[in-house]
């Protein structure tokens, strides 16, 4: 049977301030898609911690589900932790690039910043998963026989990656 794993990240779970509603939300959704979770785990915006949880996850799962620390704020280190992780670099991804420029420029009508810039940038590895609900790519990467998913922690966000991208994904690669 394969095994996920669901880590969600976010010093503002750890204090209370935000519901963890992500992880609940997907694991009912992989269940229904006759999917295990195994392990629901919290984490903080923490370097060290984020490198443990996935060392620790893929000990026991064949999937690692991985939401937030991906927006452009400087407590945002989930991107630069991955790439530690998968020894690779970020760099800009062209269509994620212009889905960011697409969203300030032409939807919001707001000048597009450096820090918004960081958005469209993802370690060199992995396979991105375009975001068609606001600006942060999705990215997939395999290690070691392992499958990571990392995606945005805003929730409608990430359950558009998960139910157009993911499951179908995981569903087809995982026969069920």
């Given amino acids: 049977m394969t095994k996920i794993s669901i880590i969600t990240i976010g010093d503002e779970l750890l204090i209370g301030q935000v519901v963890d509603t992500n992880s609940a939300w997907m694991a009912q959704e992989l269940n229904k898609a006759g999917f295990w979770v195994n392990r629901r785990v919290a984490i903080g915006d923490d370097r060290n911690d984020i490198l443990n949880a996935l060392d620790e996850e ?11 620390g991906l927006g452009p704020t400087a407590d945002d280190i989930t991107k630069p932790v991955l790439c530690e992780y998968f020894n690779t670099t970020l760099v800009i991804n062209e ?8 969203i300030f420029v032409k939807i919001l009508q707001r000048p597009l910043i450096e820090r918004n810039l960081k958005q469209a940038e993802v370690p060199a590895s992995c396979q991105v998963i375009q975001n068609k609900r606001g600006t942060a790519p999705g990215m997939l990467f395999e290690k070691n026989g392992k499958v990571f998913v990392s995606m945005p922690g805003v929730p409608h966000e990430m359950k558009g990656m998960m139910t157009e991208e993911i499951i179908p994904w995981i569903s087809t690669r995982f026969g069920k």
Avoid: H, K
């Fill in 95 to 102: 269509e994620a690039l212009e889905n960011v420029r697409n």
């Fill in 58 to 68: 893929a000990e026991g799962s064949d999937i690692i589900l991985i939401t937030g």
